[in-house]
């Protein structure tokens, strides 16, 4: 009875100890982002037993880089799916990493992407080539959303978000969304509001709202008054039919025949 009591007191104490370093382990692990990012069989077998192992044990940036690695390998042999099963990997290991899930969206998006349309791999029909090349897009789309929900502050992945939406899936509302939300985060650059007024002006039924936009940035001087702007606000006040007393630029090479630059 007494072997089982001092057991019992043993294990009791063991946990006392235990648990505040446990929570303060869970608390640390979830300010970078880990309690967040779920190592899974995908993630072992890329890594092999070995290696998942190491990246349990505290070595998660190290594997990362050698997933990272394997990842430059698929490139060249031009093996992307296995590319994206490898970047997945590792952008889980590295989920603070911003530059990851940038590169890994990149390489989706717009290098898998293109080779499904044009490469040597490419589908043999029209259609099969572009359905192809979407499911890549699609994916570059997931990285980026994904990075974003462990990095929320990270400008530069909204952006790159709008670039998707602007350039490569002709969304122009979500890409001014991007844009937008770009532009209210920290470290943000300064032509972000221009670039969600510029996509939000593509958009049928929300001329007004962009005009808007567009007329505020004028507003604020030189800074914002680029040709890309200058153009845009002209069309619509055209569109809108603003009376001239009431407009803020009149484009002159408009009525020469020619377009001014697009210079964002």
Do not use: C
């Not at 989920?95 to 969206?105: D, I, K, Q, S, T």
């Not at 789309?141 to 530069?156: A, V, W």
């Amino acid at each position: 009875m007494k072997k089982v009591l001092l057991t019992l007191a043993l294990l009791l104490g063991f946990g006392l100890v235990k648990t505040p370093l446990e929570r303060r382990l869970h608390l640390a692990q979830t300010a970078q982002g880990f309690q967040l990012a779920r190592l899974h069989l995908g993630t072992r077998q890329q890594l092999g037993q070995g290696g998942f192992i190491a990246a349990l044990s505290g070595f998660r940036a190290l594997m990362a880089d050698l997933l990272w690695i394997r990842a430059g390998v698929a490139f060249e042999q031009t093996a992307w799916s296995r590319m994206e099963l490898l970047l997945h990997s590792a952008t889980q290991l590295q989920p603070r990493a911003v530059l990851f899930w940038e590169m890994a969206h990149y390489h989706m998006a717009y290098d898998a992407a293109t080779a499904m349309r044009s490469g040597s791999n490419a589908a043999p029909t029209a259609a099969l080539r572009r359905k192809a090349e979407v499911a890549f897009l699609r994916i570059g789309e997931t990285f980026l959303q994904d990075g974003i929900t462990f990095n929320p502050e990270s400008s530069r992945l909204w952006e790159r978000l709008g670039d998707l939406y602007a350039n490569r899936l002709s969304d122009h509302s979500l890409a001014a969304e991007a844009y937008e939300k770009a532009a209210q985060l920290p470290k943000a650059m300064t032509y972000l509001r221009r670039f969600a007024a510029y996509e939000l002006a593509k958009v049928p039924g929300r001329e007004k709202e962009a005009y808007a936009k567009l007329r505020a940035l004028y507003g604020e001087g030189k800074v914002q008054q680029m040709p890309t702007l200058l153009h845009l606000l002209g069309q619509l006040e055209e569109k809108l039919a603003v009376p001239q007393a009431q407009r803020a630029y009149i484009e002159k090479t408009a009525s020469e025949g020619s377009e001014p630059p697009v210079v964002r």
